[in-house]
């Protein structure tokens, strides 16, 4: 499926402004970004149940909906699975399922049996939706938006209304069963988390526009701009001012190919990327080479999070606060000094 250039106004104000993707059979494309940038209004538009002011749909290079031309709703070939999954609450598991289905009965039994057998829920075929647990509901309605092989699914924060230790489970059974249907999946998601576990592909949304598409990894680790770097993580940022391709800071150089001199940058980077050595009784850090200059801080707070400790340093060049993340346990004292270095080639340079 291809959209083309998508407008959409609410009140005057582009809600969604000039979005073109493209997403493939048997792929996760995920579409990312803060609460309110448009994401769940572009899906809407895709579905057919919202209306664009310019822009076109296609599938299979066949239009399916432009501002003149309109293929209804229920004629797309689309699944859809939102947030608020709603089962019929009157109907069993099984009519659930066969909800959308057409044919002969047997063929339609065969049908609802393959998927609830595929989502594991078999055994309920002939419950009903209050006597399943939440993960469950949410299982038969992947099976009911799945029933009739839709080419595309639409999915809207599916996994939102599920605690954490279910939905990790879910996602990976989901993902892999979506696989096996080999249908193009859409997914709106605000959580990077959940887009780097799904996706094949993110199209990182702001304010109305796509503003980076990719890889996990290379949106990850390329990333367009500051606010990309943040939405995946905590960041670190340090100023200064080119000269020579070069930006001048208290850990040294960094390059900054062809940005003007006197250009004032930022250099961001996240806390992982920050290595500590520490101040063996006055003698400072081992030199480190590759790494540029070490600068000297002082620990301000460390906390544990569990997987990894979190420790804010303040730095003696500005009072700056930097914060480092270290793998396990490590929790020196308030007013320890270290020496910070910054992995070179995990830093980004922004104009400012
Ligand atoms: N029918 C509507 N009328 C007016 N404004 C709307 C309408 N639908 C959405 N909006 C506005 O458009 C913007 C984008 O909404 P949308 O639901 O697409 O965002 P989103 O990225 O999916 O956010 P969330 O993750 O919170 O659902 C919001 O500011 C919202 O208030």
Known sequence: MEIRNLVCTFGGRKVVDDVSLRIRAGQVTCLLGPSGCGKSTTLRMIAGIEMQDSGEIYVD???????????????????LMFQDFALFPHLSVADNVAFGLKGPKEKKRARVEELLAKVDLLRYIDGYPHQLSGGEQQRVALARALAPRPRIMLMDEPFSGLDNRLRDGIRDETLAILKEEDAAVLLVTHEPEEAMRMADEIALMRRGRIVQQGAPYNVYTRPVDKAAVSFFSDINVLRAEVNGALAQTPFGQFLAPGVPDGTKVEIVFRPQHLKLDFDRGGKGPMPTPSDGVAARGVVERARFLGNESLVEFRMDHDGSILKATVPNVFMPQQGRVMWLTIRRDRCFVFPA
């Open 61 to 79: 290079g066949k239009l399916i909906c432009d501002t003149v031309f309109r293929v209804p709703p229920e004629r797309r070939e689309i699944g």
